[in-house]
T-cell receptor, first 112, second 113 residues
Framework: SQKIEQNSEALNIQEGKTATLTCNYTNYSPAYLQWYRQDPGRGPVFLLL?????KEKRKERLKVTFDTTLKQSLFHITASQPADSATYLCALPPGGYNKLIFGAGTRLAVHP | NAGVMQNPRHLVRRRGQEARLRCSPM?????VYWYRQLPEEGLKFMVYLQKENIIDESGMPKERFSAEFPKEGPSILRIQQVVRGDSAAYFC???????????FGPGTRLLVL
């Protein structure tokens, strides 16, 4: 069956460290994968999109990798700040158009 | 450019009543998606619409739920005869034609008493 899995446990890190979040999927061959941020009581906010032919993409302190052989994406936040505390969701399109399937999300807490 | 708007933000209904959730997509966006999020769970796809057309409703329960996106006006998600299990946050997202990124609204939190 098709699944998207993210670390279910919260990730607690110290300010200034690098946070690494994992997204694994099975029985999909997505053309791209996306990462979103969600704060409590709010809608998801798009962060990054990485395509199947891209190994890595960066945006400011964010870095995403995409390994289609391992069926895994890693999401890194360098020099983390308490303001980065949120739930991070990975999502991918299961078919030929834009409907997205989301992972359950990983909650990140950055402590001062 | 205003973002995706949803209203109401909070909706309380008694069992058996109807809930109507509205979504106005971003300007220039003709694709609308509805998702449901239960407490401590991820977003679950419900339905994908384009103007006047339902493209994919595979995630929507067969009974009591319906969605529309008319030529004029917002997209509507309608839940008839609500039950307690319908209590959740309902998010709408929009994208432009051929767009891959979805822009989400703030959600409507439905509470069924």
């Amino acid at each position: 069956s098709q699944k998207i899995e993210q670390n279910s446990e919260a990730l607690n890190i110290q300010e200034g460290k690098t946070a690494t979040l994992t997204c694994n999927y099975t029985n999909y061959s997505p053309a791209y994968l996306q990462w979103y941020r969600q704060d409590p009581g709010r809608g998801p906010v798009f962060l990054l999109l990485i395509r199947e032919n891209e190994k890595e993409k960066r945006k400011e302190r964010l870095k995403v990798t995409f390994d289609t052989t391992l069926k895994q994406s890693l999401f890194h936040i360098t020099a983390s700040q308490p303001a980065d505390s949120a739930t991070y969701l990975c999502a991918l399109p299961p078919g030929g158009y834009n409907k997205l399937i989301f992972g359950a999300g990983t909650r990140l807490a950055v402590h001062p | 450019n205003a973002g995706v708007m949803q209203n109401p933000r909070h909706l309380v209904r008694r069992r058996g009543q109807e809930a109507r959730l509205r979504c106005s997509p971003m300007k220039g966006h003709s694709h609308v998606y509805w998702y449901r999020q239960l407490p401590e769970e991820g977003l679950k796809f419900m339905v994908y619409l384009q103007k006047e057309n339902i493209i994919d409703e595979s995630g929507m329960p067969k009974e009591r739920f319906s969605a529309e996106f008319p030529k004029e006006g917002p997209s509507i998600l309608r839940i008839q005869q609500v039950v307690r299990g319908d209590s959740a946050a309902y998010f709408c997202a929009s994208s432009p034609p051929m767009g891959e990124t979805q822009y989400f609204g703030p959600g409507t939190r439905l509470l069924v008493l």
